[in-house]
């Protein structure tokens, strides 16, 4: 386990003033989803922007200035791996939605009444900023910043802890 430094200290408390804005602006737009069911644009731009802003800019800013070294990308000797992990991991996911194994039929419902293209553009806009915001703040960022200041099993628990919390900040408050 590595001594916690002066910079590592600060590492960790920008990494975790992300988190926290990150979380508070997705709780805000969740609530704006519910409080203004007829408007969706609302919570769907706040959620989009904090994705987008806190997830991914504020991250490449903080890795390019060099404040907080963010990993955007695997080593070069496992993009390989990296690769085919993710290739098998979003087949494994094509073939499991459609058969309905999470007792959810969401890739069915979403082919036997398809949305407007634009509509299901947009989604998976959003979807792809939010799974790549999450990505570099808790995988990026905050998974190696601890690992360097606190140690590989302590990184390891506080950054799935803190991803559970951060799930929870996506549903609504009302």
Do not use: D
Not at 121 to 128: A, E
Request: proline share 3%.
């Amino acid at each position: 386990m590595s001594s916690v430094t002066g910079r590592n200290r600060r590492n960790v408390a920008i990494v975790l003033i992300v988190y926290v804005l990150l979380c508070a602006f997705l709780t805000l737009g969740s609530y704006l989803f519910a409080r203004f069911p007829e408007n969706e644009a609302l919570g769907g731009i706040v959620l989009g922007l904090t994705s987008l802003i806190l997830g991914i800019i504020v991250p490449f800013h903080l890795l390019r200035t060099g404040v907080v070294s963010f990993r955007f990308l695997p080593l070069v000797e496992h993009v390989r791996k990296v690769v085919l992990g993710t290739a098998l991991f979003a087949a494994f996911y094509l073939l499991l939605f459609p058969s309905g194994v999470l007792w959810q039929r969401t890739t069915m419902a979403f082919f036997a009444n398809p949305p407007s293209v634009m509509a299901a553009v947009s989604t998976f806009t959003s979807l792809l900023w939010a799974t790549a915001a999450y990505g570099f703040v808790f995988w990026g960022g905050m998974l190696h910043t601890l690992k360097e200041a606190c140690g590989s099993v302590v990184a390891v628990l506080a950054t799935s802890f803190l991803f559970c919390i951060y799930h929870f900040s996506m549903f609504s408050i009302t």
